[in-house]
T-cell receptor, first 113, second 111 residues
Framework: AQSVTQLDSQVPVFEEAPVELRCNYS??????LFWYVQYPNQGLQLLLK??????LVKGINGFEAEFNKSQTSFHLRKPSVHISDTAEYFC???????????FGDGTTLTVKP | EAQVTQNPRYLITVTGKKLTVTCSQN?????MSWYRQDPGLGLRQIYY???????DKGDVPEGYKVSRKEKRNFPLILESPSPNQTSLYFC??????????FGSGTRLTVV
């Protein structure tokens, strides 16, 4: 069994400020970790993924995430956000055969001018 | 263009009337999956498929059927829709370890 907990349902932040969206997971088997972004009235788009190797992964739009095995966390960060980053962000885990996937409930990031 | 295409985008139907939502991908991905998205509940996996003729239940399979007769297609069938199946549905496809590519979604309303 696997589960994902996104610790913040809403994160308001001012433009050009740093942001961290928190994600914890649990799984009894090896998993891959992902962050997706969903803009209003659109499907989900892959931001970044962790499969193995370096624990710091970089994605699109200046986002990065750090895998912490001991804390079973995969937090998403951006050093300076823009208005256009306003969206819903989902953390997800997949079994290593990419079949079974579990998503968190999502974090709404609102960037204010 | 690499994409996942699902149809229709919007659908209003009545309770009990069978419907099919189609999904097709042009990336030769092995894995395909259906999700429903409801406010405050994130995305929940309905069914997934690892390859042709290989499917398995996700977290919320009740009331849904799928088939994978061809690698590119993965239709979602609601044999007898009910109002609690009103939701936003997403189809997605993936190759191993690459994360899912999502379709644009189907907004289903069952009255």
């Amino acid at each position: 069994a696997q589960s994902v907990t996104q610790l913040d349902s809403q994160v308001p932040v001012f433009e050009e400020a740093p942001v961290e969206l928190r994600c914890n997971y649990s799984s009894s088997v090896s998993v891959y970790l992902f962050w997706y972004v969903q803009y209003p009235n659109q499907g989900l788009q892959l931001l970044l993924k962790y499969l193995s190797g370096s624990t710091l992964v970089k994605g699109i739009n200046g986002f990065e995430a750090e895998f912490n095995k001991s804390q079973t966390s995969f937090h998403l960060r951006k050093p300076s956000v823009h208005i256009s980053d306003t969206a819903e962000y989902f953390c997800a885990v997949s079994t290593t055969n990419a079949g079974k996937s579990t998503f968190g409930d999502g974090t709404t990031l609102t960037v204010k001018p | 263009e690499a994409q996942v295409t699902q149809n229709p985008r919007y659908l209003i139907t009545v309770t009990g009337k069978k419907l099919t939502v189609t999904c097709s991908q042009n990336m030769n991905h092995e894995y395909m999956s259906w999700y429903r998205q409801d406010p405050g509940l994130g995305l929940r996996q309905i069914y997934y498929s690892m390859n042709v003729e290989v499917t398995d239940k996700g977290d919320v399979p009740e009331g849904y059927k799928v088939s994978r007769k061809e690698k590119r297609n993965f239709p979602l069938i609601l044999e007898s829709p009910s109002p609690n199946q009103t939701s936003l549905y997403f189809c997605a496809s993936s190759s191993t370890g690459n994360g899912y590519t999502f379709g644009s979604g189907t907004r289903l309303t069952v009255v």
